[in-house]
């Protein structure tokens, strides 16, 4: 069992940005691919960016690529998600996921932490 705990989420202006940044209650963190996904209300859950644990290869929702960074800190067990730029249309819960699989659909991913609100006001 692997508990994620997302934080860094608030509310900001358009052009702002926000660092998010998800820890893992595991020594194997780097065994783990994690994923960020974003939920707004009403909407189905939707991906946003991933990164493995080994190699350290990204992928990117193209809504998001250039703006937005994914990275880790294995020694800490933590992922971080950077975002710049942001638009009123990336408001919504961010939740990031772990799973042995790299991947960009959510139901590859087992463990998922609560979610951290981002609004984001123009």
């Known amino acids: 069992q692997v508990r994620l705990v997302e934080s860094g989420g608030g509310s900001v202006r358009t052009g702002g940005s926000l660092r998010l940044s998800c820890t893992a209650s595991t020594r194997l963190f780097n065994n783990y691919n994690i994923g960020w996904f974003r939920q707004a209300p009403e909407k189905e859950r939707k991906f946003v960016a991933a990164?493995?644990?080994?190699?350290?290869?990204?992928d990117y929702s193209n809504s998001v690529k250039g703006r937005f960074t994914i990275f880790r800190d294995n020694a800490k067990s933590t992922a971080f998600l950077q975002m710049n730029s942001l638009e009123p249309e990336d408001t919504a819960v961010y939740y990031c996921?772990?799973?042995?699989?790299?991947?960009?659909?959510?139901?590859?991913?087992?463990?998922w932490g609560q979610g951290t609100q981002v609004t984001v006001s123009s």
């Open positions: 990164i493995s644990g080994s190699s350290g290869s990204t």
């Open positions: 996921a772990a799973d042995f699989d790299f991947s960009s659909d959510a139901s590859d991913y087992k463990y």
